[in-house]
């Protein structure tokens, strides 16, 4: 198989993102932080290919374009470039559902809607469930972190709705675990497995099924 190189980076990294370069190696300029985004694309593609353990350090510059000095001016090795993808990932995952979440009407409304985006984003970059999956050996406090963050995060969305008597009252951390949960496997369904429904079809279904899980009013079954 070819080697597939980088595009031109056009995505900017995040605050937390330029956090995850080694330490003391935080890019300063607009030209180091488009290269570091350039290695983490690269560094995607590479772990997302051959997996960790065959990866290299000289496979992810082949693929940036990079010079090897260029490489060590943001991460000491392959294990730090890797920690910091998994993080840079949750956090362009987090970017793309936020908008289409803080837009919805209400607290279904911003479940579906992030569910779409979030199988619509799997769809083009199908290499997250492989990185993220190894980050389970290879950095298990990395991966322990992309999850309770974005359990985290559901849980206080719910707990705000709940507030505003748009879903039950009693959501609780279990709720959120759950709805993260079913996430990701539909993600990995009808995002890489698959793509012969329309994220907005399968977020039409869980919406429904929220809609009657959540209902702020109890219902007789």
Do not use: C
């Amino acid at each position: 198989m070819a080697m597939e190189s980088v595009p031109n980076a056009t995505a900017s990294v995040s605050d937390e993102g330029m956090s995850a370069a080694s330490a003391g190696k935080v890019p300063r300029t607009e030209r180091g932080r488009r290269t570091l985004r350039t290695i983490l694309d690269a560094a995607a593609i590479e772990f997302g290919e051959r997996g960790f353990h065959e990866a290299s350090v000289s496979g992810i510059t082949r693929r940036a374009g990079v010079a090897l000095g260029s490489f060590y001016t943001y991460f000491d090795s392959k294990d730090a470039v890797f920690r910091a993808l998994v993080r840079d990932m949750s956090d362009q995952v987090r970017d793309r559902v936020a908008p289409a979440i803080r837009a919805a009407p209400d607290q279904i409304a911003a479940e579906r809607a992030g569910l779409s985006e979030f199988i619509a984003f799997v769809r083009g970059h199908k290499e997250i469930y492989r990185i993220i999956d190894e980050s389970e050996f290879v950095d298990p406090e990395s991966f322990k972190l992309h999850y309770a963050t974005t359990a985290d995060r559901i849980a206080a969305r719910l707990k705000a709705a709940a507030g505003r008597g748009e879903v039950r009252g009693d959501v609780s951390e279990i709720h959120a675990w759950a709805i993260m949960g079913m996430n990701v496997f539909l993600g990995l369904r009808f995002g890489v497995w698959g793509q012969d429904m329309a994220p907005d079809a399968v977020a039409d279904v869980v919406a429904d099924f929220l809609a009657r899980g959540l209902a702020a009013e109890p219902r007789v079954i």
